[in-house]
Protein backbone atom coordinates (compact mmCIF):
# COMPACT_ATOMS: atom_id res chain seq x y z
CA UNK A 1 0.00 0.00 0.00
CA UNK A 2 1.57 2.95 -1.13
CA UNK A 3 0.97 5.87 1.47
CA UNK A 4 0.56 10.11 -0.20
CA UNK A 5 2.86 11.52 2.01
CA UNK A 6 1.59 14.97 1.49
CA UNK A 7 0.92 16.95 5.02
CA UNK A 8 -2.53 17.01 4.97
CA UNK A 9 -4.64 20.56 5.50
CA UNK A 10 -7.88 21.04 6.68
CA UNK A 11 -10.27 22.12 3.72
CA UNK A 12 -12.91 24.90 3.87
CA UNK A 13 -16.20 23.43 4.22
CA UNK A 14 -17.88 25.48 1.52
CA UNK A 15 -14.62 24.51 -0.76
CA UNK A 16 -14.50 21.05 0.12
CA UNK A 17 -18.98 20.53 -1.01
CA UNK A 18 -18.09 22.66 -4.17
CA UNK A 19 -15.24 19.88 -5.37
CA UNK A 20 -17.11 17.29 -3.78
CA UNK A 21 -20.67 17.88 -5.73
CA UNK A 22 -17.87 18.25 -9.27
CA UNK A 23 -16.81 14.54 -8.02
CA UNK A 24 -20.58 13.40 -7.39
CA UNK A 25 -21.23 14.31 -11.02
CA UNK A 26 -18.42 11.57 -12.26
CA UNK A 27 -19.19 8.83 -9.28
CA UNK A 28 -19.62 6.20 -11.86
CA UNK A 29 -16.22 4.11 -11.34
CA UNK A 30 -15.47 5.71 -8.16
CA UNK A 31 -16.15 5.18 -4.03
CA UNK A 32 -16.93 7.20 -1.27
CA UNK A 33 -15.63 6.32 2.07
CA UNK A 34 -17.20 8.53 4.76
CA UNK A 35 -16.57 9.34 8.63
CA UNK A 36 -19.83 9.55 10.88
CA UNK A 37 -19.09 10.87 13.97
CA UNK A 38 -18.64 14.62 13.04
CA UNK A 39 -18.76 14.51 10.05
CA UNK A 40 -22.05 13.08 8.83
CA UNK A 41 -23.34 13.79 12.43
CA UNK A 42 -22.36 16.74 14.09
CA UNK A 43 -21.77 15.46 17.62
CA UNK A 44 -20.31 11.47 19.13
CA UNK A 45 -22.92 9.46 18.62
CA UNK A 46 -22.07 7.41 21.63
CA UNK A 47 -22.46 11.10 23.44
CA UNK A 48 -25.94 11.39 22.15
CA UNK A 49 -26.83 7.30 23.01
CA UNK A 50 -25.33 8.08 26.38
CA UNK A 51 -27.41 11.04 26.68
CA UNK A 52 -30.59 9.23 27.00
CA UNK A 53 -30.10 7.59 29.57
CA UNK A 54 -32.92 9.02 32.31
CA UNK A 55 -33.10 10.99 34.16
CA UNK A 56 -30.01 12.67 32.90
CA UNK A 57 -28.70 14.03 35.79
CA UNK A 58 -28.23 11.45 37.76
CA UNK A 59 -26.51 9.17 34.85
CA UNK A 60 -23.84 11.47 33.15
CA UNK A 61 -22.13 12.70 36.19
CA UNK A 62 -21.30 8.52 36.69
CA UNK A 63 -20.11 8.47 33.02
CA UNK A 64 -18.40 11.51 33.53
CA UNK A 65 -16.62 10.40 36.06
CA UNK A 66 -16.28 6.80 34.85
CA UNK A 67 -14.22 8.38 31.96
CA UNK A 68 -12.24 10.57 34.01
CA UNK A 69 -11.19 7.46 36.24
CA UNK A 70 -10.71 5.46 32.94
CA UNK A 71 -8.03 8.12 31.58
CA UNK A 72 -6.57 8.29 35.02
CA UNK A 73 -6.14 4.15 35.06
CA UNK A 74 -5.09 4.23 31.46
CA UNK A 75 -2.06 5.63 29.32
CA UNK A 76 -3.58 8.73 27.37
CA UNK A 77 -3.63 6.27 23.88
CA UNK A 78 -5.04 3.01 25.90
CA UNK A 79 -7.86 5.74 27.28
CA UNK A 80 -8.55 6.46 23.89
CA UNK A 81 -9.38 3.32 22.41
CA UNK A 82 -11.15 2.30 25.47
CA UNK A 83 -13.78 5.49 25.81
CA UNK A 84 -16.18 4.82 24.35
CA UNK A 85 -16.81 1.53 24.65
CA UNK A 86 -16.45 1.38 28.24
CA UNK A 87 -18.63 4.13 28.92
CA UNK A 88 -21.47 2.28 27.08
CA UNK A 89 -20.98 -0.76 28.76
CA UNK A 90 -21.04 0.29 31.95
CA UNK A 91 -24.30 2.24 30.39
CA UNK A 92 -26.00 -0.78 29.57
CA UNK A 93 -25.02 -2.25 33.04
CA UNK A 94 -26.89 0.60 35.23
CA UNK A 95 -28.77 1.20 32.56
CA UNK A 96 -30.01 -1.96 30.26
CA UNK A 97 -33.50 -0.38 28.96
CA UNK A 98 -31.32 2.83 27.56
CA UNK A 99 -31.31 0.87 24.01
CA UNK A 100 -34.58 0.27 24.13
CA UNK A 101 -35.25 4.21 24.81
CA UNK A 102 -32.73 5.45 22.45
CA UNK A 103 -34.19 3.17 19.31
CA UNK A 104 -37.09 4.74 19.85
CA UNK A 105 -35.77 7.97 19.63
CA UNK A 106 -32.75 7.62 17.01
CA UNK A 107 -34.55 8.58 14.36
CA UNK A 108 -35.34 11.82 15.40
CA UNK A 109 -32.29 12.40 17.31
CA UNK A 110 -30.20 11.68 13.54
CA UNK A 111 -32.63 14.28 12.27
CA UNK A 112 -31.60 16.98 14.65
CA UNK A 113 -27.63 16.06 14.70
CA UNK A 114 -27.06 15.54 10.96
CA UNK A 115 -24.81 17.07 8.64
CA UNK A 116 -27.32 18.38 6.10
CA UNK A 117 -24.96 20.37 4.20
CA UNK A 118 -22.91 17.04 3.47
CA UNK A 119 -25.35 14.51 2.96
CA UNK A 120 -27.13 16.86 0.62
CA UNK A 121 -23.96 16.89 -0.95
CA UNK A 122 -23.57 12.91 -1.37
CA UNK A 123 -27.42 12.82 -2.20
CA UNK A 124 -26.72 12.14 -5.89
CA UNK A 125 -24.09 9.14 -4.78
CA UNK A 126 -25.75 6.09 -5.43
CA UNK A 127 -26.14 4.47 -1.93
CA UNK A 128 -24.06 1.33 -2.88
CA UNK A 129 -20.73 3.85 -4.11
CA UNK A 130 -21.09 4.90 -0.65
CA UNK A 131 -19.01 3.19 2.57
CA UNK A 132 -19.33 4.74 6.44
CA UNK A 133 -16.38 3.64 8.03
CA UNK A 134 -16.70 4.51 11.46
CA UNK A 135 -15.02 3.85 14.84
CA UNK A 136 -18.57 4.46 16.09
CA UNK A 137 -20.36 1.57 17.66
CA UNK A 138 -22.49 -0.41 15.09
CA UNK A 139 -25.37 -0.54 16.78
CA UNK A 140 -25.75 3.03 17.76
CA UNK A 141 -24.95 4.48 14.39
CA UNK A 142 -27.02 1.78 12.50
CA UNK A 143 -30.23 2.94 14.57
CA UNK A 144 -29.55 6.70 14.28
CA UNK A 145 -29.76 5.68 10.12
CA UNK A 146 -32.51 3.67 10.50
CA UNK A 147 -35.23 6.28 8.75
CA UNK A 148 -32.38 7.64 5.98
CA UNK A 149 -31.19 6.20 2.90
CA UNK A 150 -27.84 5.89 4.12
CA UNK A 151 -29.44 2.36 6.35
CA UNK A 152 -28.50 0.82 2.88
CA UNK A 153 -24.99 2.01 2.55
CA UNK A 154 -22.14 -0.04 3.35
CA UNK A 155 -21.68 0.25 7.20
CA UNK A 156 -18.35 -0.87 8.45
CA UNK A 157 -18.33 -0.19 12.59
CA UNK A 158 -17.49 -1.95 15.54
CA UNK A 159 -19.40 -4.09 17.87
CA UNK A 160 -19.10 -3.50 21.51
CA UNK A 161 -16.06 -5.75 22.09
CA UNK A 162 -14.16 -4.65 19.29
CA UNK A 163 -14.18 -0.74 19.52
CA UNK A 164 -10.45 -1.02 21.23
CA UNK A 165 -9.02 -2.70 18.53
CA UNK A 166 -10.84 -1.19 15.54
CA UNK A 167 -8.96 2.15 17.14
CA UNK A 168 -5.92 -0.02 17.65
CA UNK A 169 -5.54 -1.18 14.08
CA UNK A 170 -6.72 1.83 12.03
CA UNK A 171 -9.71 1.79 9.18
CA UNK A 172 -7.44 1.53 6.63
CA UNK A 173 -6.26 -2.15 8.23
CA UNK A 174 -10.27 -2.69 9.32
CA UNK A 175 -11.06 -2.80 5.94
CA UNK A 176 -8.56 -4.55 4.58
CA UNK A 177 -9.83 -7.23 6.67
CA UNK A 178 -13.27 -6.71 6.00
CA UNK A 179 -12.34 -7.19 2.14
CA UNK A 180 -12.48 -4.00 1.17
CA UNK A 181 -10.68 -2.81 -1.33
CA UNK A 182 -10.17 1.10 -2.07
CA UNK A 183 -8.76 2.18 -5.03
CA UNK A 184 -6.06 4.95 -3.95
CA UNK A 185 -6.30 7.02 -7.17
CA UNK A 186 -9.95 6.88 -7.66
CA UNK A 187 -11.76 6.89 -4.14
CA UNK A 188 -12.81 9.61 -2.06
CA UNK A 189 -12.27 9.71 1.76
CA UNK A 190 -14.09 12.29 4.03
CA UNK A 191 -13.16 12.84 7.89
CA UNK A 192 -13.43 15.12 10.09
CA UNK A 193 -10.22 14.08 11.84
CA UNK A 194 -6.25 13.65 10.39
CA UNK A 195 -5.00 11.96 13.89
CA UNK A 196 -7.61 8.98 14.14
CA UNK A 197 -7.75 8.52 10.02
CA UNK A 198 -4.51 9.46 9.12
CA UNK A 199 -3.80 5.95 7.54
CA UNK A 200 -6.38 6.14 5.10
CA UNK A 201 -6.37 9.80 4.34
CA UNK A 202 -2.75 9.12 3.25
CA UNK A 203 -3.69 6.25 1.05
CA UNK A 204 -5.68 7.95 -1.15
CA UNK A 205 -5.37 10.59 -3.61
CA UNK A 206 -8.58 12.31 -3.01
CA UNK A 207 -8.55 13.14 0.59
CA UNK A 208 -10.92 15.68 1.98
CA UNK A 209 -10.12 16.58 6.08
CA UNK A 210 -12.89 18.53 6.60
CA UNK A 211 -13.07 20.65 9.95
CA UNK A 212 -16.80 21.55 10.46
CA UNK A 213 -18.21 24.40 11.90
CA UNK A 214 -19.31 23.72 15.30
CA UNK A 215 -22.66 22.04 15.34
CA UNK A 216 -25.62 24.09 15.74
CA UNK A 217 -27.02 21.65 18.54
CA UNK A 218 -24.67 21.38 21.51
CA UNK A 219 -22.82 17.85 23.00
CA UNK A 220 -25.95 16.19 25.16
CA UNK A 221 -23.55 15.12 27.74
CA UNK A 222 -22.55 18.59 28.27
CA UNK A 223 -25.95 19.73 28.21
CA UNK A 224 -26.95 17.51 30.70
CA UNK A 225 -26.92 19.05 34.38
CA UNK A 226 -24.33 18.18 36.87
CA UNK A 227 -24.42 19.39 40.33
CA UNK A 228 -21.93 21.92 41.08
CA UNK A 229 -21.00 22.01 37.41
CA UNK A 230 -22.00 25.42 37.06
CA UNK A 231 -20.30 26.65 39.96
CA UNK A 232 -16.73 25.16 39.02
CA UNK A 233 -17.58 25.93 35.32
CA UNK A 234 -19.53 28.74 34.84
CA UNK A 235 -19.82 31.04 37.60
CA UNK A 236 -16.41 30.46 39.33
CA UNK A 237 -13.48 27.96 38.71
CA UNK A 238 -12.69 24.50 39.90
CA UNK A 239 -10.27 25.80 42.21
CA UNK A 240 -12.90 27.74 43.45
CA UNK A 241 -14.93 24.89 44.46
CA UNK A 242 -12.62 22.64 45.84
CA UNK A 243 -10.42 25.42 47.85
CA UNK A 244 -13.24 27.99 48.84
CA UNK A 245 -16.46 25.76 49.22
CA UNK A 246 -15.01 21.71 49.74
CA UNK A 247 -11.80 22.72 51.51
CA UNK A 248 -13.21 26.17 53.62
CA UNK A 249 -16.98 26.14 54.34
CA UNK A 250 -17.48 22.31 54.19
CA UNK A 251 -14.61 21.80 56.66
CA UNK A 252 -15.92 24.87 58.61
CA UNK A 253 -18.89 23.01 58.87
CA UNK A 254 -17.70 19.92 60.22
CA UNK A 255 -15.64 21.79 62.66
CA UNK A 256 -18.92 23.40 64.46
CA UNK A 257 -20.98 20.33 64.65
CA UNK A 258 -18.96 17.01 64.23
CA UNK A 259 -15.45 17.52 66.49
CA UNK A 260 -17.88 16.46 69.87
CA UNK A 261 -18.66 13.10 68.51
CA UNK A 262 -15.12 12.13 67.63
CA UNK A 263 -13.88 9.57 68.10
CA UNK A 264 -17.00 8.17 68.68
CA UNK A 265 -19.09 8.19 65.84
CA UNK A 266 -18.00 8.88 62.29
CA UNK A 267 -21.10 9.03 60.82
CA UNK A 268 -21.91 12.58 62.11
CA UNK A 269 -19.01 13.86 60.10
CA UNK A 270 -20.44 11.60 56.61
CA UNK A 271 -23.78 13.15 57.25
CA UNK A 272 -22.69 16.29 57.43
CA UNK A 273 -20.60 16.21 54.32
CA UNK A 274 -23.93 14.91 52.65
CA UNK A 275 -25.69 17.62 54.14
CA UNK A 276 -23.42 20.06 53.26
CA UNK A 277 -23.79 18.73 49.54
CA UNK A 278 -27.64 18.71 49.75
CA UNK A 279 -27.75 22.40 50.71
CA UNK A 280 -25.40 23.41 48.32
CA UNK A 281 -26.78 21.98 45.21
CA UNK A 282 -29.94 23.86 45.80
CA UNK A 283 -28.03 27.17 46.89
CA UNK A 284 -26.47 26.56 43.22
CA UNK A 285 -29.81 27.26 41.85
CA UNK A 286 -29.18 30.28 43.63
CA UNK A 287 -25.89 31.56 41.97
CA UNK A 288 -28.00 30.63 38.48
CA UNK A 289 -30.38 33.01 39.48
CA UNK A 290 -28.08 35.44 40.73
CA UNK A 291 -26.27 35.67 37.35
CA UNK A 292 -29.74 35.98 34.94
CA UNK A 293 -31.26 38.72 37.76
CA UNK A 294 -27.89 40.50 37.19
CA UNK A 295 -28.09 39.87 33.21
CA UNK A 296 -31.63 41.02 32.87
CA UNK A 297 -31.58 44.17 35.54
CA UNK A 298 -27.92 45.44 35.22
CA UNK A 299 -26.67 47.62 32.62
CA UNK A 300 -23.30 46.10 32.85
CA UNK A 301 -23.29 42.77 34.66
CA UNK A 302 -20.03 41.27 35.52
CA UNK A 303 -20.30 37.56 34.15
CA UNK A 304 -18.57 35.29 32.68
CA UNK A 305 -18.26 34.48 28.79
CA UNK A 306 -19.62 31.08 29.68
CA UNK A 307 -22.55 32.09 30.95
CA UNK A 308 -23.88 33.67 27.70
CA UNK A 309 -22.88 29.96 26.08
CA UNK A 310 -25.04 28.11 29.00
CA UNK A 311 -28.27 30.13 29.91
CA UNK A 312 -30.45 28.19 31.68
CA UNK A 313 -27.80 24.99 32.05
CA UNK A 314 -29.08 24.34 35.61
CA UNK A 315 -32.03 22.16 35.95
CA UNK A 316 -33.58 23.32 39.19
CA UNK A 317 -35.84 20.22 39.15
CA UNK A 318 -32.99 17.81 39.09
CA UNK A 319 -30.95 20.02 41.77
CA UNK A 320 -34.13 19.39 44.22
CA UNK A 321 -33.98 15.76 43.45
CA UNK A 322 -30.23 15.64 43.88
CA UNK A 323 -30.66 17.54 47.59
CA UNK A 324 -33.31 15.25 48.41
CA UNK A 325 -31.45 12.01 47.21
CA UNK A 326 -27.93 13.36 49.60
CA UNK A 327 -30.04 14.93 52.70
CA UNK A 328 -31.67 10.96 52.47
CA UNK A 329 -28.86 9.39 52.84
CA UNK A 330 -27.27 12.24 55.10
CA UNK A 331 -29.79 10.79 57.38
CA UNK A 332 -29.97 7.04 57.08
CA UNK A 333 -26.26 7.01 58.19
CA UNK A 334 -26.29 7.98 61.74
CA UNK A 335 -26.17 5.55 63.90
CA UNK A 336 -29.54 4.66 65.72
CA UNK A 337 -27.90 6.63 69.13
CA UNK A 338 -27.55 9.66 66.83
CA UNK A 339 -31.23 9.57 65.75
CA UNK A 340 -32.18 9.49 69.16
CA UNK A 341 -29.96 12.28 70.53
CA UNK A 342 -31.55 14.39 68.00
CA UNK A 343 -35.25 13.25 68.92
CA UNK A 344 -34.41 14.05 72.26
CA UNK A 345 -32.99 17.72 71.82
CA UNK A 346 -36.10 18.51 70.08
CA UNK A 347 -38.21 17.00 73.32
CA UNK A 348 -39.83 13.98 70.85
CA UNK A 349 -40.20 10.23 71.12
CA UNK A 350 -38.59 8.71 68.59
CA UNK A 351 -41.07 7.25 66.56
CA UNK A 352 -41.90 3.63 66.49
CA UNK A 353 -41.58 3.34 62.49
CA UNK A 354 -38.08 3.63 60.94
CA UNK A 355 -39.30 4.92 57.93
CA UNK A 356 -40.92 7.97 59.90
CA UNK A 357 -38.25 8.27 61.93
CA UNK A 358 -36.04 8.93 58.95
CA UNK A 359 -38.84 10.71 56.99
CA UNK A 360 -39.35 13.90 59.96
CA UNK A 361 -36.03 14.11 59.56
CA UNK A 362 -35.80 14.43 56.19
CA UNK A 363 -38.36 16.54 56.46
CA UNK A 364 -36.99 18.89 59.07
CA UNK A 365 -33.30 19.09 56.84
CA UNK A 366 -35.25 20.24 53.67
CA UNK A 367 -37.32 22.60 55.72
CA UNK A 368 -33.14 24.49 56.06
CA UNK A 369 -32.81 23.91 52.50
CA UNK A 370 -36.33 25.59 51.51
CA UNK A 371 -35.57 28.83 53.56
CA UNK A 372 -31.91 29.15 52.14
CA UNK A 373 -33.20 28.81 48.51
CA UNK A 374 -36.05 31.65 49.40
CA UNK A 375 -33.28 33.91 51.40
CA UNK A 376 -31.07 33.33 48.26
CA UNK A 377 -33.77 34.03 45.83
CA UNK A 378 -34.66 37.55 48.02
CA UNK A 379 -30.87 38.19 48.39
CA UNK A 380 -31.11 38.58 44.77
CA UNK A 381 -33.93 40.60 43.89
CA UNK A 382 -32.59 43.36 46.60
CA UNK A 383 -31.34 46.64 45.67
CA UNK A 384 -27.45 45.92 45.78
CA UNK A 385 -27.49 48.44 49.20
CA UNK A 386 -29.38 46.00 50.99
CA UNK A 387 -27.81 42.96 49.66
CA UNK A 388 -24.60 43.86 52.01
CA UNK A 389 -27.05 43.11 54.71
CA UNK A 390 -29.30 40.12 53.55
CA UNK A 391 -25.71 38.72 52.90
CA UNK A 392 -25.27 37.69 56.81
CA UNK A 393 -28.56 36.03 57.15
CA UNK A 394 -28.05 33.88 54.09
CA UNK A 395 -24.16 32.72 55.35
CA UNK A 396 -25.65 31.54 58.19
CA UNK A 397 -28.33 29.49 56.93
CA UNK A 398 -25.35 28.03 54.95
CA UNK A 399 -23.34 26.75 58.03
CA UNK A 400 -25.93 27.19 60.82
CA UNK A 401 -29.00 24.62 59.20
CA UNK A 402 -27.40 21.57 60.80
CA UNK A 403 -28.01 23.15 64.24
CA UNK A 404 -31.36 21.84 64.18
CA UNK A 405 -29.67 18.23 64.31
CA UNK A 406 -26.73 18.55 66.54
CA UNK A 407 -25.46 21.28 69.34
CA UNK A 408 -23.21 24.14 68.66
CA UNK A 409 -20.40 23.77 71.72
CA UNK A 410 -19.18 27.58 72.60
CA UNK A 411 -15.67 27.41 70.95
CA UNK A 412 -17.55 26.10 67.64
CA UNK A 413 -19.91 29.27 68.04
CA UNK A 414 -16.58 31.36 67.65
CA UNK A 415 -15.39 30.01 65.40
CA UNK A 416 -19.10 30.35 63.31
CA UNK A 417 -18.89 33.73 64.19
CA UNK A 418 -14.98 34.75 63.05
CA UNK A 419 -16.18 32.82 59.86
CA UNK A 420 -19.11 34.77 59.59
CA UNK A 421 -16.89 38.22 59.76
CA UNK A 422 -14.31 36.53 57.54
CA UNK A 423 -16.99 36.41 54.51
CA UNK A 424 -18.88 39.27 54.72
CA UNK A 425 -16.46 41.47 55.15
CA UNK A 426 -14.59 41.01 51.77
CA UNK A 427 -18.12 40.81 49.96
CA UNK A 428 -19.45 44.28 52.36
CA UNK A 429 -15.84 46.21 50.92
CA UNK A 430 -16.30 45.11 47.47
CA UNK A 431 -19.93 46.16 47.06
CA UNK A 432 -18.95 49.69 48.97
CA UNK A 433 -15.99 50.03 46.04
CA UNK A 434 -13.25 49.22 48.38
CA UNK A 435 -9.99 47.31 47.41
CA UNK A 436 -10.67 43.65 48.08
CA UNK A 437 -7.48 42.95 46.72
CA UNK A 438 -6.30 44.10 50.23
CA UNK A 439 -8.16 42.63 52.34
CA UNK A 440 -7.00 39.27 54.17
CA UNK A 441 -10.41 37.22 54.92
CA UNK A 442 -8.42 33.54 56.05
CA UNK A 443 -6.21 36.45 58.54
CA UNK A 444 -9.06 37.80 59.22
CA UNK A 445 -11.11 34.81 60.08
CA UNK A 446 -8.01 33.63 62.44
CA UNK A 447 -7.78 37.26 64.12
CA UNK A 448 -11.39 37.21 65.00
CA UNK A 449 -11.30 33.66 66.41
CA UNK A 450 -8.17 34.63 68.61
CA UNK A 451 -9.59 38.04 69.57
CA UNK A 452 -13.22 36.42 70.62
CA UNK A 453 -11.43 33.86 72.56
CA UNK A 454 -11.11 36.16 75.46
CA UNK A 455 -14.81 36.97 75.61
CA UNK A 456 -15.73 33.45 75.87
CA UNK A 457 -13.32 32.97 78.79
CA UNK A 458 -14.70 36.15 80.41
CA UNK A 459 -18.73 34.55 79.79
CA UNK A 460 -17.41 30.78 81.33
CA UNK A 461 -15.59 32.55 84.00
CA UNK A 462 -12.59 30.35 83.81
CA UNK A 463 -9.89 29.63 80.80
CA UNK A 464 -9.03 26.18 81.76
CA UNK A 465 -11.34 25.08 77.77
CA UNK A 466 -8.71 27.16 76.32
CA UNK A 467 -6.71 23.57 76.57
CA UNK A 468 -9.05 21.83 74.81
CA UNK A 469 -8.25 19.87 71.93
CA UNK A 470 -11.38 21.58 69.82
CA UNK A 471 -9.47 24.70 70.31
CA UNK A 472 -6.06 23.26 68.84
CA UNK A 473 -7.77 21.73 65.89
CA UNK A 474 -9.72 24.59 65.45
CA UNK A 475 -6.66 26.94 65.63
CA UNK A 476 -4.95 25.20 63.81
CA UNK A 477 -7.23 24.99 61.12
CA UNK A 478 -7.53 29.35 60.78
CA UNK A 479 -3.64 28.75 61.27
CA UNK A 480 -2.94 26.58 58.01
CA UNK A 481 -5.97 28.83 56.13
CA UNK A 482 -4.09 32.06 56.67
CA UNK A 483 -0.37 31.24 56.59
CA UNK A 484 -0.65 31.00 52.61
CA UNK A 485 -2.41 34.13 52.57
CA UNK A 486 -0.07 35.80 54.70
CA UNK A 487 2.98 34.36 52.64
CA UNK A 488 1.36 35.65 49.09
CA UNK A 489 0.58 39.40 50.24
CA UNK A 490 4.18 39.88 51.64
CA UNK A 491 2.80 40.38 55.60
CA UNK A 492 4.49 37.16 57.38
CA UNK A 493 8.35 36.25 56.75
CA UNK A 494 9.71 33.00 57.91
Not at 297 to 315: D, I, Q
Not at 333 to 355: H, N, T
Request: a positive charge.
Amino acid sequence: MQMNKTALRSIDPDMAISELETIVGDSKDRRFFVDFDFTLCGQSSVDIFLAQASPASLYMPIFKAFAFILRGLLRRRSAKHWHDPARVAIALLICPWLVVTFRKQAEKLFATYQNRQLIGALDDVPVEKIVIVTFGLEFIVKALLAGTRLKDAQLVAPSLFSAARYRRIGKLEVLRRANIAIDPDRDVVITDCDKDDADILAYVQNPYFIEWPACAEPNPINAAYIPFYYLARIKRTPGFLVKQVFLDEMVVVLLLFSLVFIPGDWTVSASLVLFFLSYLVVYEIGYADNDLVGYRREAAPKLSARFYETMGYVNARAAWVWSLVFAFCGVAILSDGVRAGIYARAGMAVPDSRLLEIGLLLLGWMVCVVIGYLLFRGFNRAPLFWRVYLYIPLQISKLLSPVIFFALTPVAAVLFMAHLVRMWAPYAIRRCGGDIEATSSQTIRLAFFLAFLPLLVVLEGNATFLWNWEVAVIGAFCLFRAIPELRRKAVYRW
